[in-house]
């Protein structure tokens, strides 16, 4: 996360759209083999949400997906800030889907 001008240790107090698609490159580095960076055409939008309270996040896509060139599909990646800013608190393992 050296390129975060907000996320510099574990404990995040502070973030930004940009920091959540710079976690987004690396959990699809680190996970995912570049998978996405190779293979997806689409854009990916991140934003954030205070108001997020019973998950930590969402995935939005539009209801005609079916119909949409690979290039013209737009997903959301909505992160709760909440789970961000809390995360630390948590005690013991800390998986997030599944991982």
Known sequence: MK????IKSGAI?????????LLFALYDRI????????NFKGE????LSRRMTRSAGST???KNIAELAPHELVLEIR???DFLF????IEGPKPVCGV
Do not use: A, M, Q
Not at 3 to 6: A, F, G, K, M, P
Not at 13 to 21: G, H, I, N
Not at 44 to 47: A, E, Q, R
């Open 3 to 6: 390129e975060s001008e907000n």
């Open 31 to 38: 996970f995912l083999g570049d998978w996405f960076k190779k």
């Open 60 to 62: 939005r896509c539009p």
């Open 13 to 21: 107090s502070t973030v930004s759209t940009l920091d959540l698609r």
């Open 44 to 47: 990916l939008k991140f934003s």
């Open 79 to 81: 992160i709760g800030v």
């Open 86 to 89: 809390n995360y630390g608190l």
